[in-house]
């Protein structure tokens, strides 16, 4: 059964705790990371046949074996595929920054450029699941950025092929180069370059706690978006709500993962208690209710409050990945939210929605990060220059200025590379 915790009365360690995994892999995925490095193509070879259990000839997916992918699949999964790939180009379209100059009247130039990453390498995750919606989320962005290249990784089943629906997907996404490696050494792939594998200048996409310790340890040889940990919901829900919908909901995460965390915060007692029997009834329905319920009981909690405002603060204190407002008048509680992954409004939107369907990226900041970071977008794939242009006359107005603030920083070369282009150095 899942917890029920008054605020107020229970510790705030305990209201507030979240599921983390505890396991020092380090050592491990540094000796990976190395390994890859050094040896490239075959260690990938080597760590694929005995992580994923797959012998692989080629590391490359071929394009045919993409197209072939994406004609095996039923006509309404490829509808469902191009309307969502739609909705997010539609949203992310819109997260499009431009460059600018400004022209003083000195003859000064100042601006700005942004331009796009050019190797972005895109993880999608594999294992217990297959993540097409994922493929769309990460690429997409890229490809509206402007990227030159977009290559995506994938671990392999027993039979060396990545599953058909995630080789559909990157075909309706536009990925450019799909290869069959996964786990820590294909971050290293994409972070160091193989014989095959491009080196990336990016590298985003959520993974196991292997995937997110490479990409912890490559951060800064390569850009990475963010670190990943556990999948997390959070419902702001009021008395008026229905039971059904947000167990419904809370076990859409429990589904993920058994670290996965969904809670419940909400003003009515009677709600609290009716949500806690519909997960005990829903439960058994799942096919992976063995991860679910572990989850829940685990690492799910039902928070009562006394009222919804208290639900806010104390919501924005957690900063969840995921954040439900399950009440009649949503938008009057949209200015008080400040820290939450994404945030779906109202009583018929579920989190699966943004998942797959309505366009804002699902690749979003969890752990708490929420309270400095944000869900990938088209900003993660650009990067920005700054440029300064200054006439003779325009240098001669400031140089002794610049010459002052260098020498104060007792910096005296800064301050004579201003002042020898005025006739004022020696």
Do not use: W
């Amino acid at each position: 059964m899942i917890r029920i915790m008054k605020y107020g009365v229970e510790r705030e360690d305990e209201i507030f705790s979240r599921s983390s995994s505890s396991r020092d892999v380090s050592d491990v995925v540094s000796q990976i990371l190395k390994d890859v490095q050094e040896r490239g193509d075959e260690a990938l070879k080597e760590y694929t046949a005995k992580l994923d259990g797959a012998i692989i000839d080629t590391i490359e997916v071929p394009r045919e074996e993409i197209e072939e992918a994406a004609a095996s699949m039923d006509s309404e999964f490829m509808r469902v595929l191009e309307k969502a790939a739609e909705n997010i180009r539609k949203y992310h379209r819109r997260q499009v920054r431009n460059s600018f100059v400004m022209t003083e009247e000195n003859g000064v130039v100042l601006g700005q450029k942004i331009v796009p990453v050019a190797v972005a390498g895109i993880y999608v995750p594999g294992g217990t699941a297959a993540y097409p919606s994922t493929v769309l989320m990460d690429t997409i962005p890229a490809k509206i950025a402007g990227c030159k290249s977009v290559v995506m990784v994938s671990p392999p089943g027993k039979d060396g092929k990545i599953n058909p629906a995630v080789l559909a997907a990157a075909y309706v996404a536009g990925v450019d180069r799909v290869f069959r490696v996964g786990g820590a050494q294909a971050i290293a792939a994409l972070a160091y370059g193989t014989e095959s594998v491009p080196k990336a200048d990016k590298i985003v996409g959520p993974g196991n706690i292997y995937v997110a310790e490479a990409k912890k340890e490559v951060s800064g040889i390569v850009s990475i978006d963010m670190i990943a940990g556990p999948s997390e919901i959070l419902i702001i829900a009021d008395g008026k709500s229905d039971e059904r919908t947000v167990a419904s909901d809370m076990l859409s995460q429990a589904e993920h993962d058994r670290n996965a965390s969904a809670v419940l915060i909400t003003d009515s007692q009677d709600l609290a208690e009716k949500v806690s029997v519909e997960l005990e009834r829903q439960l058994p329905l799942l096919p992976r209710c063995d991860i679910a319920r572990a989850s829940i009981e685990t690492n799910g909690k039902i928070i009562v409050v006394d009222s919804i405002s208290t639900a806010i603060a104390v919501s924005d204190r957690i900063a969840p990945e995921h954040l439900e407002v399950c009440v009649d008048n949503p938008f009057d509680y949209l200015d008080k939210i400040h820290n939450a992954g994404s945030v779906f409004l109202g009583r018929n939107c579920p989190e699966a929605l943004g998942d797959y369907m309505a366009g804002p990226n699902h690749t979003l900041p969890t752990s708490g990060t929420a309270r400095f970071s944000s869900p990938l977008s088209v900003d993660d794939f650009v990067k920005k220059y700054q440029f300064t242009y200054y006439t003779a006359s325009a240098l001669s107005s400031v140089a002794s200025d610049v010459a002052l603030f260098a020498r104060r920083e007792g910096l005296e070369a800064h301050a004579r590379s201003a002042l020898v282009r005025t006739g004022e150095g020696k």
